[in-house]
């Protein structure tokens, strides 16, 4: 069973058809937000064409929570999907990473740091 099903009510910011948002709860910056099908599908692609379509504008939705409380100057948005990926919890999430101006020092390459030496071309 997924920890996401034990998820407590007052925790969602937003409930869709096939997802709902909260707060992570180990935020890698603030406002960091998941979005978590309501259906435990392992990852993204095991969800419908209905989910991807809500998804899409789920991600738009985090944006607008994140905004209303902080003032981020960009935005990482990740999906691990298997372990091999970093996948720890088996049950679809998205993450939405607000980012802030200095948080890293040279932040070029994005994602791609999370293969080593990626990163950095």
């Known amino acids: 069973?997924?920890?996401?099903?034990?998820?407590?009510?007052?925790?969602?910011?937003?409930?869709?058809?096939?997802?709902?948002?909260?707060?992570?709860?180990?935020?890698?910056?603030?406002?960091?937000?998941?979005?978590?099908?309501?259906?435990?599908?392992?990852d993204y692609f095991e969800l419908?064409?209905?989910?991807?379509?809500?998804?899409?504008?789920?991600?738009?939705?985090?944006?607008?929570?994140?905004?209303d409380e902080y003032k981020p100057d960009g935005y990482n948005i990740g999906m691990n999907c298997g372990e091999v990926a970093g996948q720890s919890v088996m049950h679809f999430h998205c993450h939405i990473i607000p980012r802030y101006q200095g948080d890293m020092k040279n932040p070029k390459g994005g994602i791609r740091h999370c293969v080593k030496g990626k990163g950095n071309y």
């Not at 009510?9 to 997802?19: A, D, E, T, V």
């Not at 419908?48 to 905004?67: G, M």
């Open 1 to 42: 069973m997924s920890v996401f099903n034990n998820i407590e009510p007052n925790r969602i910011l937003y409930k869709g058809k096939h997802f709902f948002l909260i707060k992570d709860g180990f935020p890698a910056s603030p406002g960091h937000i998941l979005i978590i099908s309501n259906k435990e599908k392992i």
């Open 48 to 67: 419908d064409s209905y989910e991807r379509i809500e998804l899409t504008e789920l991600i738009v939705k985090a944006k607008e929570i994140i905004e």
